[in-house]
């Protein structure tokens, strides 16, 4: 999930998260759903708290965000924008408030070494959601995203 407008909904899981390390040397995660919203998880947790190495290494190299007004992200500006929050309290701050404003719980579909996160975000008071979808691919024992789409079901 993403921070809106740039990445919100990838934050929409940090206050649930357990940082995830998935750096070289660590034990393979598993092939599971749970292991998948995991992933997810730390990376809104990261994102959020500002933890610009860990979204490095969790995003594949050729990563793309397809925001609801069409605009495409890659992976350099998703991790410069956690790398902001790190040193931008008020960015951060935001950050958190939209995730306690916006859970979710992702229903997770695996086939072979790729996975489906897909979720509605709901804003309370508002009757337009967003409907957003993660992909994943399980790469050298880890779970890694390599694609999100985000819609407004408005639109």
């Not at 397809?66 to 040193?87: E, M």
């Not at 719980?105 to 993660?134: F, M, W, Y």
Request: glycine share 6%; proline share 6%; aromatic share 6%.
């Amino acid at each position: 999930m993403r921070l809106f407008p740039l990445s919100a909904a990838l934050a929409v899981c940090a206050a649930l998260a357990v940082p995830l390390v998935a750096a070289a040397g660590t034990a393979a995660e598993p092939r599971t759903a749970d292991a998948v919203r995991a992933a997810d998880e730390a990376w809104s947790a990261a994102e959020t708290r500002g933890d610009a190495a860990f979204v490095e290494q969790l995003l594949l190299p050729d990563y793309r965000s397809v925001q609801p007004d069409g605009r495409v992200h890659g992976k350099a500006a998703i991790v410069a924008g956690a790398a902001k929050r790190a040193t931008d309290p008020a960015a951060a701050e935001k950050a958190r408030a939209w995730l306690a404003s916006h859970p979710y719980r992702g229903d997770v579909v695996i086939t072979g070494d790729t996975a489906v996160l897909t979720a509605v975000l709901t804003t309370p008071g508002k009757d337009e959601p967003i409907l957003s979808c993660d992909i994943f691919v399980y790469v050298d024992g880890h779970w890694k995203a390599i694609y999100s789409q985000h819609t407004s079901a408005g639109a």
